[in-house]
Nanobody, 126 residues
Framework: QVQLVESGGGLVQAGGSLRLSCTTS????????VGWFRQAPGKEREGVSC????????YYRDSVKDRFTISRDNAKNTLYLHMNSLKPEDTAMYYC???????????????????WGQGTQVTVSS
């Protein structure tokens, strides 16, 4: 059974930092490109970042570039998202997702991803 479990969310003031983790099991992690999505109330789920299975290529939506860093530890089957300079508009439920492909491809489309976690809430106060 494939499981993706996010952790690390919480309440933080604007300008603060958080590190999200996504621990996976039941899949061969190194075979998957993995990414982070977020969804705010009343809004569609949107892609935040993606990392290729080798870790050699990373992608970010424009609004988080230079503030967020995605990384993975294939030995620990874990995905990370380091978030700095957080803004109130970053408030959302954050999800990790995996697709069995070497590269991120059209990663902004949630339908590209097969497996999803349950999410971790990030709230940024102004």
């Amino acid at each position: 059974q494939v499981q993706l479990v996010e952790s690390g969310g919480g309440l933080v003031q604007a300008g603060g930092s958080l590190r999200l983790s996504c621990t996976t099991s039941g899949l061969t992690f190194v075979d998957y490109a993995v990414g982070w999505f977020r969804q705010a109330p009343g809004k569609e789920r949107e892609g935040v970042s993606c990392i290729a299975r080798s870790g050699g290529s990373t992608y970010y939506r424009d609004s988080v570039k230079d503030r967020f860093t995605i990384s993975r530890d294939n030995a620990k089957n874990t995905l990370y998202l380091h978030m700095n300079s957080l803004k109130p508009e970053d408030t959302a439920m954050y999800y990790c997702a995996a697709k069995r492909w070497a590269h991120c491809g059209w990663w902004l489309n949630p339908n590209e991803f097969t497996y999803w976690g349950q999410g971790t809430q990030v709230t940024v106060s102004s």
